[in-house]
């Protein structure tokens, strides 16, 4: 696979903050997959693009945080593969600001 240079800095710095939190007493934090794990990336980001992954994890996001907040079949039915991200972008910040008045 082909990763474009953008994706595997985002990637490497990722993991490199990752690593540093774990760092501290009492803390942990999960990272991505090494870049050189082409199977796991060509599978997640077919086009090896930030891009591409940066949409990816705004759907899935979307998808998560509507599931946690209201269920999984609504966070379905929405479809957000078909949303633009500023539309994602404002059902997130609805959703969480929703979820801050319970």
């Not at 474009?4 to 690593?19: F, H, T």
């Not at 090896?48 to 599931?67: C, N, P, S, W």
């Not at 039915?77 to 008045?101: G, Q, T, V």
Request: net charge negative; aromatic share 12%; proline share 3%.
């Amino acid at each position: 696979m082909n990763m474009e240079q953008s994706l595997v800095n985002y990637i490497n710095a990722q993991r490199k903050e990752a690593a540093e939190f774990s760092k501290q007493p009492g803390c942990w934090m999960g990272s991505f997959p090494e870049t050189t794990e082409t199977e796991y990336w060509s599978d997640r980001v077919p086009s090896g693009t930030l891009k591409e992954f940066m949409r990816i994890q705004l759907v899935e996001d979307a998808y998560y945080i509507t599931a946690d907040a209201v269920g999984k079949g609504y966070a379905r039915s929405l479809d957000f593969a078909n949303w633009s991200d500023k539309a994602i972008e404002r059902h997130i910040e609805n959703i969480c600001r929703n979820e801050e008045l319970v």
